[in-house]
């Protein structure tokens, strides 16, 4: 606990890890290596305020740089770490310089899926994940005509997010989806419709079954063809495809890989010394009952705590259930548990309202609840979960049912 | 710039300096101070920056809003003066202002 602990990427992960290792006990060199040219900032808010421009980049950060000298944290911002050697515990960053560490930890993330298709190297096609994505984006929006064009590949919450934003900026917004609904991978149809909408009601041009065939203009995007034949005019085109976790520095190291870094329950990759946290790794997760990959901050904050404790020869399980937020137009959703293998779904409210909740079920059991502008609900769905309480398919449909009465 | 008093649940006592502007969780965020977790940012999403602003202190911060009430009548161990600390912007009268933390978020 007295040479150097490294962190490689400098986001939720390692702002969370950094304080929680100087809590746990660790005296040496605290080491945080970025690529990006930012202090750790949140990343929800780039396709929510920030895009809309309500937030500046400086109410970003999720503290400023300065606040980290507190903890004697150092960081290498700008920087990235090329490669990992095991066997000298070192690592070499991209200018040649080498570090050597007593303790590792990967905060690598994760990055957008990037899909072949023609055309997407033209000036005007964006993914969406960095302070730097949103900087061009708004440039390019800017040197455009009014009302700009902006057409979004992929219905999933940032891509939808994406195009609430715009909306709000005045741009004239089209978003492509490949399946038959908005959200298909993660919630249940009465959601999908819901928002689908929502965003037809504010003006967005959401279409489904639309697979893309290329992105056309000469140096500048001017045009997204479909399979159908139909093409949509766009001054920007922001691509919405996922995300892939970046392995690639542990997987050159030798480390193991399972759909992302694998690390136990305690954050530990398959070298003792090196532990993984927040996008990046998958593991096992003890309420869910199998090896996840999450993608959203409270699971990066909580395993980087747990991480944070591991290097400190510390084993403090991971215990809370994963939830999740979106915020569209003056719609509020909280999520709280992870459907994955969902049986049954119920709805509590009136789901042509504006505010209601979808219910997940396997078996009994429940799983997840999506909230929409019902905040209430959503705590005591948390809270349900944390206690491992089943409401009966009665009591959640029954809105005169007080699901709190169920956690006395 | 103001200075915020925040009381944890064992008595320990930590001030920090807040910008007039920013809010009580991000004074604590900036700060370490250990019992505000802040897991949306302040996105009024998460409720695990409740706090109890101290009685003396309740006619300087402002009203609550209806988001924050629902978020916090399903927080552990609700109040007649609990808060969501994010909601709470600092303003010079805030100056010596004291908030408690529970002793655990979930
Ligand atoms: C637009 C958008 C909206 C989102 N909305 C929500 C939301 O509402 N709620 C929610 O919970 N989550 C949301 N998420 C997801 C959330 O932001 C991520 O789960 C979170 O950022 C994960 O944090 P992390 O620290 O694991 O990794 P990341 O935030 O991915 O950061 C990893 C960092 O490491 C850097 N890096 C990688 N390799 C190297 C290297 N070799 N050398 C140096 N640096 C390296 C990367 O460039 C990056 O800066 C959103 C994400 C995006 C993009
Ligand atoms: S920080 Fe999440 S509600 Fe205050």
Redesign the interface.
């Known amino acids: 606990m007295q040479g150097n602990c490294i962190i490689i990427g400098a986001s939720h992960a390692a702002a969370q890890l950094a304080?929680s290792l100087?809590?746990e006990g660790w005296q040496g060199r605290i080491i945080i290596i970025g690529d990006e040219p930012h202090a750790p900032y949140?990343r929800?808010?780039l396709s929510?305020t920030f895009l809309s421009g309500e937030k500046t980049l400086q109410q970003l950060l999720?503290?400023?740089l300065a606040?980290y000298d507190?903890?004697d944290a150092e960081f290498m911002l700008g920087q990235r770490v090329d490669s990992i050697d095991r066997e000298n515990k070192s690592i070499t960053l991209d200018n040649g310089e080498t570090l050597s560490y007593e303790k590792l930890a990967l905060c690598t993330g994760s990055r957008p899926r990037q899909i072949p298709l023609p055309g997407v190297e033209l000036s005007g096609v964006h993914y969406l994940r960095t302070v730097a994505d949103i900087e061009s984006i708004r440039a390019h929006l800017d040197k455009s005509q009014k009302p700009a064009k902006a057409v979004i590949i992929g219905g999933g919450y940032i891509g939808l997010e994406t195009a609430a934003a715009l909306n709000k900026l005045g741009v004239e917004v089209t978003v492509l989806e490949m399946m038959e609904r908005i959200l298909q991978r993660v919630t249940a149809p009465v959601i999908s419709e819901f928002y689908q909408n929502i965003h037809t009601e504010a003006g967005v041009n959401i279409l489904t079954s639309m697979g893309v065939d290329a992105i056309q203009g000469e140096a500048k995007v001017e045009s997204v063809l479909c399979s159908n034949g139909e093409t949509f005019a766009a001054d920007v085109v922001i691509i919405g495809a996922g995300i892939i976790p970046n392995i690639e520095l542990a997987e050159a190291a030798g480390l193991t890989i399972d759909n992302g870094i694998a690390v136990d329950a305690y954050a530990q990759t398959s070298d003792p010394d090196i532990v993984a946290a927040g996008d990046c790794s998958s593991y096992p997760h003890k309420l869910i009952g199998s090896r996840v990959r999450l993608e959203s901050?409270?699971n990066a904050?909580e395993q980087a705590k747990t991480a944070a404790a591991s290097i400190c020869g510390k084993q403090i399980d991971n215990h809370?259930h994963p939830?999740f937020?979106s915020?569209q137009y003056d719609i509020?959703l909280?999520i709280a548990g992870f459907n994955m293998g969902y049986d049954q779904v119920l709805v509590r409210g009136d789901n042509n309202s504006r505010a209601f909740s979808v219910w997940y079920f396997k078996g009994e059991q429940l799983l997840a609840a999506d909230c929409i502008n019902?905040?209430?609900e959503f705590?005591?769905a948390k809270?349900l979960l944390?206690k491992g309480i089943n409401p009966s398919p009665g009591h959640v449909c029954d809105t005169d049912f007080d699901l709190?009465s169920l956690l006395a | 710039m103001p200075l915020i008093n925040y009381v944890d649940a064992s008595g320990n006592q930590f001030e920090a300096e807040v910008e007039v502007g920013s809010n009580v969780m991000?004074g604590a965020?900036?700060?370490?101070i250990?019992g505000i977790?802040a897991?949306?940012?302040g996105?009024?999403?998460?409720?695990t920056c409740h706090c109890y602003v101290d009685e003396a202190w309740q006619d300087k911060v402002p009203a609550v809003e209806s988001?924050e009430q629902?978020?916090l009548?399903?927080?552990v161990d609700p109040k007649d003066n609990s808060r969501l600390s994010c909601q709470l912007v600092v303003t010079e009268e805030m100056d010596g202002m004291v908030v408690h933390l529970p002793a655990s978020q979930?």
């Open positions: 304080p100087r809590q949140h929800p808010p929510k999720i503290r400023p606040a507190k903890i901050v409270p904050t809370t939830w937020w915020d509020k909280q019902q905040a209430k705590m005591q809270q944390a709190k | 991000q965020v900036d700060n370490m250990d977790l897991e949306c940012g996105a009024c999403a998460c409720a988001a629902d978020l009548e399903a927080v979930y």
